[in-house]
């Protein structure tokens, strides 16, 4: 434990070195002040911004940091050391995780909505840590920088599907198997109510789907990136 909170103390300054904390500052800023300045928006437009922060931005800034190291050596200076890879995985996780969770919660304060703080915090832990994974898992084969972000729209876009349900073009029940299906539903029920099934589909597959994940991207560690 004493390491992990070491790594993450370590992991949370590159992160201000490489500008990442900077950025969600200014974008979480952005958003509040829109917030304060519009009033009353819709709720649902409130849900897809809180939700994105953790999502879209862990899956990017992961896979930027996961690059940094691999152009700066990182990566095998890690092998060699005792660190083990769950370490290095939590370490990155609980950091980012954290700079999404304090963003999330000052949006929220600000959107003038109320909300449940218990079901918008898990939402937020469990939705970022599920997005650093699927991210760290994409990046694992990816050289450099440029790749990332010319490859990035076609890795995000399909996990994004089920948010044709969540602005009611669709009702597809196939769009459940995505994992991002059950992270909207749980930061709409930080907002509003949502039915039973859907609590149950929640509770099940968000957690479930997050240990798959973890699994799949310790697999990745092993056979992609420390073998680049």
């Known amino acids: 434990m004493k390491k992990i909170l070491k790594l993450t103390l370590w992991e949370l300054t590159l992160q201000a070195r490489q500008h990442i904390i900077t950025i969600v500052a200014v974008i979480t800023l952005i958003y509040s002040l829109a917030f304060t300045y519009f009033g009353e928006l819709p709720t649902k437009f409130i849900i897809l911004l809180i939700s994105t922060d953790p999502t879209m931005l862990g899956f990017l800034f992961i896979g930027v940091l996961i690059l940094?190291?691999?152009?700066?050596?990182?990566i095998e200076a890690v092998v060699v050391t005792p660190i083990k890879k769950s370490e290095y995985l939590f370490a990155k996780i609980i950091s980012l995780t954290g700079i999404a969770l304090v963003a999330s919660l000052i949006m929220a304060f600000t959107s003038q909505k109320d909300f449940n703080l218990l079901v918008l915090s898990?939402?937020?832990?469990?939705?970022?840590?599920?997005?650093?994974?699927?991210?760290?898992?994409?990046?694992?084969?990816?050289q450099t920088v440029n790749q990332y972000i010319f490859t990035f729209p076609f890795l995000i876009s399909p996990l994004m599907l089920p948010l044709l349900n969540f602005f009611e073009f669709t009702d597809s029940l196939l769009l459940y198997i995505f994992p991002f299906q059950a992270c909207l539903l749980l930061f709409e029920a930080a907002f509003e109510p949502i039915l039973l099934w859907q609590w149950i589909y929640v509770l099940v597959y968000l957690p479930l789907s997050t240990i798959g994940f973890y699994f799949l991207a310790l697999k990745f560690y092993d056979d992609y990136l420390i073998q680049n």
């Open 68 to 74: 940094f190291e691999k152009g700066s050596k990182t």
């Open 122 to 142: 898990v939402a937020v832990l469990l939705s970022s840590t599920q997005f650093l994974l699927i991210g760290f898992i994409g990046v694992s084969r990816i």
